[in-house]
């Protein structure tokens, strides 16, 4: 079975500094999809990023990018310029490619950003 | 703006009171699905629609049920809320999934 693991329960970051937030998983197919969402303190679950397993370009989003690491089954965020804004639980996330559309999702990080 | 609206954003219902939650989309999204999250973990998968396909997740509890009467709504029912269902019920959407899914704003349930 697929497991998604972020170890990190928290992390925090200097207001406009770069912060990584680590995501690893246990797969045995070899495409699938990753996602990082982000959950503010009571609002809505919004899609940040997200990675095909086959490609090998990482994904880039604005402030926001990915270290895709295939081999070693590990897809990091990273966030640049953090802002206060940026504040929230961050979820990693992996889709395999068939028709079951179930999300396996890590535990979550929980980034606090420091003024 | 297409979006996934959640009704109502707090729910206070009694032990035992049947509740209905309910969900609607107007991204024409053929797969909706329900989730059950509790103080900042992950959410937890219910279950999921497929167009009229019902799929329910082999740890649901009989509990839950769910309805979709049309492609827009979606409906989750809790026949005899206990207090260990108080959580943060969150519906979501995907076409295929391979975008992601578009997650509605959640439904905070109290149960009293």
């Known amino acids: 079975a697929q497991t998604v693991t972020q170890s990190q329960p928290e992390m925090s970051v200097q207001e406009a500094e770069t912060v990584t937030l680590s995501c690893t998983y246990d797969?045995?197919?070899?495409?699938?999809?990753l996602f990082w969402y982000k959950q503010p303190p009571s609002r809505q679950m919004i899609l940040v990023i997200r990675?095909?397993?086959?490609k090998q370009q990482n994904a880039t989003e604005n402030r926001f990018s990915v270290n895709f690491q295939k081999a070693a089954k590990s897809f990091s965020l990273k966030i640049s310029d953090s802002q206060l804004g940026d504040a929230a639980m961050y979820f990693c996330?992996?889709?395999?490619?068939?028709?079951?559309?179930?999300?396996?999702w890590g535990a979550g990080t929980k980034l606090i950003i420091k003024p | 703006d297409a979006m996934v609206i959640q009704n109502p954003r707090y729910q206070v219902t009694q032990f035992g009171k049947p509740v209905t939650l309910s969900c609607s989309q107007t991204?024409?999204?053929?797969?909706m699905y329900w989730y059950q999250q509790k103080s900042s973990q992950a959410p937890k998968l219910l279950f999921h629609?497929?167009?009229?396909?019902?799929?329910n997740e082999a740890d649901t509890p009989d509990n839950f049920q769910s309805r979709r009467p049309n492609t827009s709504f979606c409906f989750l029912d809790i026949r005899s809320p206990g207090l260990g269902d108080a959580a943060m019920y969150l519906c979501?959407?995907?076409?295929?999934?391979?975008?992601?899914?578009?997650f509605g704003s959640g439904t905070r349930l109290t149960v009293v």
């Open positions: 979501a959407t995907s076409r295929d999934g391979r975008r992601g899914y578009t």
């Open positions: 991204l024409n999204h053929n797969v």
């Open positions: 629609y497929y167009d009229k396909d019902f799929n």
């Open positions: 797969t045995s197919e070899s495409d699938y999809y």
């Open positions: 990675q095909e397993a086959y």
């Open positions: 996330a992996y889709r395999r490619m068939d028709s079951n559309y179930q999300l396996i």
